[in-house]
């Protein structure tokens, strides 16, 4: 794991911003529903400070956005407006009593209109591996001083905050291949089914399975099987864009959700999957080839995830049975015919 | 006055997970460094023993089912 911070020639910490943004990534929460647990903190917070607003922000490429919110009616802001993106630029807290007397802050579009920040205490979320994606932090609209037991109760609700931020992820990774478990991403795509239903977008899913992945096990051993998946994954990820979805199913059966893209582009996508995975080369092991195959579904209005998956299945199953290394589509007909 | 660790102690029981991943223990072991440092800052900010373990209880309900159902399955 690369460190957060170099030290540069004036032995001040360098900021960085592009393992930051991955750490971000590797959370898999930006743009998500709201977090209950996280609002629950908030509302503690809120409370024991009694301060009109407060919020767990995640600094994004160039927004900030809250996973939970008190009393700020808006789910983002633009970053260069963010008083957290300044919060993330130092392991302290960050304070400002007063923004109205601070040049940094005085003509901020959110200290001169809503929602009227006068003061602010940001503490940056730092994850084990040093980065900081975001900041636990309370506002008021009133100047004020913030006492060292009240910086020391919201340190101590921002590392309570990064607890349940890095539980999330263990539990949410695959611990293998490093892409969303089955449970995980069943969730995530079902809110992005109910995200299409909202502001309708073509959605598709492509289902993966490594052909022979039996045979690999049985003649090169597990290790080198899991080596597979591995690189299966690193394959997939060379190609889906930032916010598709990939998942682990179970065993050598994956998926990928692609946010609003339409069957051709889901055919075409999973098309240049299917060449990277028979590329794949094991230096150690020189005659291991892999290939993958594919089903194809995209989905259909009033559709739920398991009649897509079934498609996605079916399609799967035809492209095994029409000799394997190759991407099906699902039958759009068939359901048609039976909604 | 009680002090942090029994406050602690009495608002989250010890719940045993049987073997877990090293890294799933660190993150508990940090949780509950994380809940000391909330009862230390809040008794002295002042606050009573009901409030701060009222405080530390909703402060970890939802880190608790997290793991409860991550480790569904895991006997001690």
């Known amino acids: ?339 | 006055m009680a002090n942090a660790s029994d406050l602690v102690r009495h608002a989250v029981q010890d719940q045993a997970f049987g073997d877990l991943p090293p890294r799933v223990n660190e993150v508990i072991e940090r949780h509950r460094q994380s809940l000391l440092y909330l009862a230390n800052a809040l008794i002295l900010a002042g606050r009573g023993e009901d409030e701060v373990v009222t405080i530390l209880q909703r402060s970890s309900e939802s880190f608790s089912i997290a793991l409860a159902t991550m480790t569904q399955g895991l006997k001690p």
């Open chain 1, 1 to 339: 794991m690369s460190s957060a911070c170099a030290l540069d020639h004036f032995g001040k910490a360098k900021f960085d911003e592009h393992g930051r943004q991955q750490a971000l990534d590797r959370l898999q929460v930006v743009g998500a529903a709201k977090e209950k647990p996280f609002e629950r903190i908030v509302d503690l917070v809120k409370t024991t400070l009694d301060v009109p607003i407060c919020a767990v922000s995640l600094i994004d490429h160039d927004r900030q956005w809250f996973t939970a919110s008190r009393g700020l009616g808006v789910d983002q802001t633009p970053r260069n407006i963010a008083f957290c993106d300044h919060a993330i630029r130092a392991d302290e807290p960050f304070i400002v009593e007063d923004a109205t007397r601070d040049h940094r802050f005085a003509n901020n579009p959110l200290v001169l209109g809503d929602p009227h920040i006068r003061s602010y205490l940001g503490i940056p979320l730092k994850m084990p591996d040093g980065y900081m994606v975001g900041t636990l932090c309370v506002i008021g609209q009133k100047p004020r001083v913030f006492s060292p037991s009240e910086i020391e109760i919201l340190k101590s609700f921002a590392s309570l905050v990064t607890g349940e931020l890095e539980l999330r992820t263990i539990a949410s990774i695959d611990g293998l291949t490093n892409v969303l478990s089955r449970t995980a991403w069943t969730s995530r795509v079902e809110s992005e089914i109910i995200r299409t239903e909202r502001y309708p977008s073509p959605l598709s899913v492509v289902m993966l399975d490594l052909d022979h992945f039996k045979m690999t096990n049985d003649c090169f051993g597990h290790d080198v099987g899991d080596m597979v998946l591995v690189h299966t994954m690193i394959a997939v990820r060379k190609v889906v864009r930032k916010h598709d979805l990939p998942g682990r199913l179970g065993g050598e059966e994956f998926a990928i959700c692609l946010i609003n893209a339409s069957t051709a582009a889901a055919m075409a996508l999973a098309e240049r999957i299917r060449m990277e995975i028979m590329q794949l080369r094991f230096p150690e092991h020189d005659e291991l080839r892999c290939s993958a195959s594919f089903g194809v579904a995209t989905l259909e209005p009033s559709e739920t995830l398991n009649q897509l998956m079934k498609r996605a299945d079916e399609a799967l199953y035809e492209a095994k049975k029409r000799g394997r290394n190759q991407v099906q589509l699902g039958n759009d007909q068939l359901l048609a015919a039976t909604a």
